[in-house]
């Protein structure tokens, strides 16, 4: 079975610019979330979507977004982008939504994306 | 590959030997814990968890350990292997929310 899959893998942006990452999760996961990993540091909770409804929402500022469609793929968007932007982005995906115990998440290889 | 982390704790073991790596956490509330293993280049890895009412989970050469009196999380890990070599992240789950808070990582060397 295919495990959590992302697109694209790397991007290079400029300061200012707009970027949309997107995922795929598990076939029957219908909870998506998503995670920044600074380089030297553990991820850091962005948001979290289940059965397309946003569950939760980390402090990251307004210029990031995301929505789930109806297929459970879902897209994060960040607009303005700043160097501090760089960073792994990861998604996840489990079945129920994030806090169940014996149904962990699962990680895509995430996109790793360089602000210039 | 690129690194996962710079500048992580470093735990570097032989192979063969037991790996012990230890975790603080810091909420009360957290309702279960996890520990990920991350190669680099790639993604967190799901490797066990254990709930907040337990002491103690065995899986396959790896066992957790809570001390919720101390607020102490370990991973144990038998016969290590150079398979083995990554960054490995304790994560917390904070009761009633839906997000995991991830500990900074520990990078495991194994050399033969």
């Known amino acids: 079975d295919a495990g959590v899959t992302q697109s694209p893998t790397h991007l290079i942006k400029t300061r200012g610019q707009h970027v949309t990452l997107r995922c795929s999760p598990i076939s029957g996961h219908k909870s998506v979330s998503w995670y920044q990993q600074v380089l030297g540091q553990g991820p850091q909770f962005i948001f979290q979507y289940y059965e397309k409804e946003e569950r939760g929402r980390g402090n990251f500022p307004d210029r990031f977004s995301a929505r789930q469609f109806p297929n459970y793929s879902s897209e994060l968007n960040v607009n303005a982008l700043l160097l501090g932007d760089s960073a792994l982005y990861l998604c996840a995906s489990s079945f129920s939504p994030q806090g169940s115990y014996n149904s962990p998440l699962h990680f895509g290889n995430g996109t790793r994306l360089t602000v210039t | 590959g690129e690194s996962v982390g710079l500048h992580l704790p470093t735990l570097s073991v032989q192979e063969g030997d037991n790996s012990i790596i230890n975790c603080a956490y810091s909420n009360s509330a957290s309702d279960y814990f996890i520990w990920y293993k991350q190669e680099s280049g790639k993604g967190p890895q799901f490797i066990i968890d254990?709930?907040?009412?337990?002491d103690k989970r065995q899986g396959q050469r790896v066992t957790v350990l809570l001390n919720k009196t101390v607020k102490h999380l370990s991973l144990q890990i038998a016969a290590t292997q150079p398979g083995d070599s990554a960054v490995y992240f304790c994560?917390?789950?904070?009761?009633?929310?839906?997000?995991?808070?991830f500990g900074t990582g520990t990078r495991l060397q194994v050399f033969p």
């Open positions: 254990i709930r907040s009412n337990m």
């Open positions: 994560a917390e789950n904070i009761r009633n929310t839906d997000k995991l808070i």
